[in-house]
C-alpha cells in the first residue's frame, strides 16, 4: 500500500456514492385547473437525483400555507392519502441532500415560517458561506432558530426585513445584500410565487409555463415530465416574482460574472437538462470526446461506469474508434440510500450495486470512463471487478480533471484530506487504484465541453482552488460558542 501524506486509501467509510447531490426545488402558481399538489409531487420526481435524503411540500390555500415533508424519497413521502388532503393553487417543493446541517425532520424543506403578515414558505438549493456569521449576529440579536440550516438563516431576514417595510422586492433586497454564497430559491407568500438565483448563478434555476401557470425548477427535465413549456433561465442576481398569472422580473444590482458550477454538466444535472443554454448530455458526450483526444489508449472496448460515466464513454468511442460496450450491470432496484449497517456490508456495496458481464471482457482490454474520482475507493472496485471477470488490461479514463478541493457552495465534496487527488500523484492513484494506466481531462479541457456556453462562465473552484467569491474561516460553524 501506498503511504498516505494525509489520508489511509484503505481506511475511508464511504465507499457507497463518492459525490452527493445539492437539493432540487420546484414551485407553481396555478391558473388552471391542475392537482397543484400532484404536479409538484411530479416536478419532485424529476428532480430527486438532486437530493434522496428528504423532500417536502408546502402549500398556499387561500392564504394559508401548510405542508408535508420527511425524510426519504418523494414516493416515499407522498402517498395519494397526503396529496389529497394537500389542496390549494400555489405550492412550492423540495427534495434534499444535506450539506449544510444534519438530515433530521426539521432540516427539511421547504422551511415554513411565520413572519408579520403571515407565513412565507422556503426552499433553497444551495449554500451561504457566510450563514454562521450572519446567525450569530441574529441569536445575538434574540433570533431563535428551528433548524441547523443555512436557509433558515435566510427565511430569518426576510422575516427581519418585513418588519416595517411592505415592498417585498426592498425586502428580498435587503436579504440579498447580506447573504454571500450560492443560493437558488423559490419562496411561497401568501399571494405569490418568487424565485430568486444567487448573484454568481452558481445553482441552476429556470422559468417554464404549463397552460397559463408559470412554473419555476430547479432542472427544464422538470417541466418535460409535467407536460410545460421551457421560458428561460432565471439570471444571476435576479429576482421573478410570479401573481395571479402574471411574471415580473427584477435584475438587481448584484449581479457578478456568471459562474455557474461545471460540476452541474459533469454529474449532478439531469442528461436530458438544458442549463443556461448548454446540453448537459452534449457536454458529456464532448468531455468523453476530449479525453479520447488528450489520453488515447490502446483497448478493444469502451466501458462506462453505470450511469455517470455512460455519456462520456459513447463520446471516448466515438473519438476513438473504439467499440463501445456494456460490461458493468447495475442493480436498478438498490437506491442510493439503502441501509449499510456493518462494514462488512459497506465493503460490499458497490458489489451490490454493481455486476461484470465477464463474456463481455474476457480477455479484453478496457477503457473505463467515470466522470470523477473524489476518494478513489469505488474506482478501486470496480478496476479489481473488472478484473476478476478476466479483463486482460483496464484503462481507467476520468472526464473531469483530477478533484483537489473542496466545495463551499453546496455540493457535499470531501475536505480535503479525503480527496485522493489532493494527496496522491496521478502515477501513485493509477497504483491504488490497480489500473494500467490513468487519465484525467484537463481544466482547459472540461471548460470547452459545454457546447456554446463561454469557458470564463464557470466555477470551477474545486478542481483550480479558484472559487468566485472569498471562503470565511469560519465557514458552516453553527457553534454558540463563537457568537
Ligand atoms: S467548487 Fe466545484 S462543485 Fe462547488 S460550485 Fe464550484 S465547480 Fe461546482
Not at 475511508?12 to 397543484?36: K, L, P, S, Y
Not at 463551499?408 to 502515477?427: H, P, Q, R, T, V
Request: with cysteine; hydrophobic share 40%.
Amino acid at each position: 500500500m501506498i503511504e498516505s501524506r494525509n489520508m489511509t486509501f484503505t481506511d475511508v467509510q464511504d465507499i457507497d456514492e463518492e459525490i452527493h447531490e445539492a437539493c432540487g426545488v420546484f414551485g407553481i402558481i396555478n391558473q388552471d385547473d391542475f392537482d397543484t399538489a400532484r404536479l409538484v409531487y411530479f416536478g419532485l420526481y424529476a428532480l430527486q437525483h438532486r437530493g434522496q435524503e428528504s423532500c417536502g411540500i408546502a402549500i398556499n390555500d387561500d392564504g394559508n400555507i401548510t405542508g408535508q415533508k420527511g425524510i426519504g424519497l418523494v414516493p416515499e413521502v407522498f402517498t395519494d392519502k397526503i396529496l389529497d388532503r394537500l389542496e390549494g393553487k400555489a405550492a412550492i417543493g423540495h427534495t434534499r441532500y444535506s450539506t449544510t446541517g444534519g438530515n433530521s425532520i426539521e432540516n427539511c424543506q421547504p422551511l415554513i415560517i411565520n413572519y408579520k403578515d403571515g407565513r412565507i414558505a422556503l426552499a433553497h438549493n444551495g449554500n451561504l458561506v457566510n450563514a454562521s456569521k450572519i446567525r450569530c449576529d441574529l441569536e445575538n440579536q434574540g433570533a431563535i432558530f428551528q433548524t441547523s440550516t443555512d436557509s433558515e438563516v435566510i427565511a430569518n431576514l426576510i422575516s427581519r426585513y418585513g418588519l416595517g417595510c411592505n415592498d417585498l422586492v426592498e425586502i428580498l433586497k435587503k436579504t440579498m445584500d447580506v447573504i454571500e454564497g450560492s443560493y437558488a430559491l423559490v419562496i411561497l407568500t401568501q399571494k405569490r410565487l418568487i424565485g430568486i438565483r444567487d448573484p454568481w448563478g452558481l445553482r441552476p434555476l429556470c422559468i417554464g409555463k404549463l397552460g397559463n401557470s408559470y412554473i419555476l425548477a430547479s432542472e427544464n427535465c422538470a417541466f418535460d415530465t409535467v407536460g410545460a413549456e421551457f421560458i428561460r433561465d432565471v439570471e444571476p442576481g435576479e429576482i421573478i416574482i410570479i401573481e395571479e398569472g402574471s411574471i415580473k422580473s427584477v435584475r438587481t444590482n448584484y449581479k457578478r460574472p456568471h459562474k455557474f458550477c461545471i460540476f452541474e454538466h459533469i454529474y449532478f444535472a439531469r442528461p436530458d437538462s438544458i442549463i443556461d443554454g448548454a446540453s448537459i448530455y452534449q457536454s458529456r458526450l464532448e468531455a468523453g470526446k476530449l479525453l479520447a483526444i488528450e489520453h488515447p489508449a490502446e483497448a478493444d472496448l469502451v466501458v462506462g461506469v453505470p450511469d455517470s460515466g455512460i455519456t462520456a464513454a459513447i463520446g471516448f468511442s466515438r473519438q476513438s474508434g473504439i467499440p463501445y460496450g456494456e460490461a458493468l450491470i447495475k442493480n436498478r432496484y438498490v437506491g442510493r440510500t439503502f441501509i449499510q449497517p456493518t462494514q462488512k456490508l459497506r465493503e460490499q456495496s458497490v458489489n451490490i450495486k454493481l455486476n461484470a458481464l465477464r463474456k463481455e471482457i474476457e480477455g479484453k482490454r478496457i477503457v473505463l470512463i467515470d466522470d470523477s474520482i473524489v476518494r478513489g475507493t469505488t474506482t478501486k472496485i470496480i478496476v479489481q471487478m473488472l478484473k476478476d471477470a478476466s479483463a486482460k488490461e483496464i484503462h481507467m479514463r476520468i472526464s473531469s480533471p483530477p478533484v483537489l478541493n473542496p466545495c463551499y457552495f453546496g455540493i457535499d465534496i470531501a475536505s480535503k484530506e479525503n480527496l485522493i487527488a489532493a494527496n496522491y500523484s496521478i502515477e501513485e492513484i493509477k497504483e491504488l487504484i490497480a489500473a494500467d494506466s490513468l487519465g484525467f481531462l484537463s481544466v482547459a479541457s472540461l471548460l470547452k465541453t459545454p457546447v456554446g456556453a463561454p469557458p470564463h462562465s464557470f466555477c470551477t473552484g474545486c478542481f483550480t482552488g479558484e472559487y468566485p467569491m472569498e471562503i470565511p474561516q469560519e465557514m458552516n460553524k453553527f457553534s454558540l460558542e463563537k457568537c
